[in-house]
């Protein structure tokens, strides 16, 4: 007989968990976890660990994102960071938009010059 009630398992709901992200989370709690992470497994993975409370992925998830910053990621970072609070990656985001524009700035600057 399992545990939860009689001749059954209890359930648990994991709501809004996929498949995948639930595969990844297994990869990492038995140490399988590929070193390098996509985009989205690092973000369903940072997620899982917010919901589970396991500090240790997602600190390991969040120097993933991090590197990850870039203009086509920012947006969806940043919301990632909002609603997780995550101060390190709202920081790196903001610096990555700034050197951006800064970037973007100092090019039109040199382009106006050589016309």
Request: net charge negative; aromatic share 8%.
């Amino acid at each position: 007989m399992g545990c939860g009630h009689a001749g059954g398992f209890t359930e648990l709901p994991l709501g809004d968990v996929t498949a995948d992200a639930m595969q990844l989370l297994l990869e990492w709690i038995y140490g399988s976890v590929k070193a390098s992470l996509t985009l989205s497994q690092a973000v369903a993975l940072f997620q899982l660990a917010h919901k589970f409370d396991i500090l240790e992925l997602q600190l390991q998830c969040e120097q993933t994102l991090k590197a990850s910053v870039a203009m086509e990621t920012y947006h969806q970072l940043q919301d990632l960071a909002d609603r997780f609070d995550c101060t390190a990656l709202m920081q790196v985001g903001f610096q990555n938009l700034i050197i951006h524009h800064t970037f973007h700035t100092l090019l039109l600057c040199l382009f106006r010059s050589l016309v």
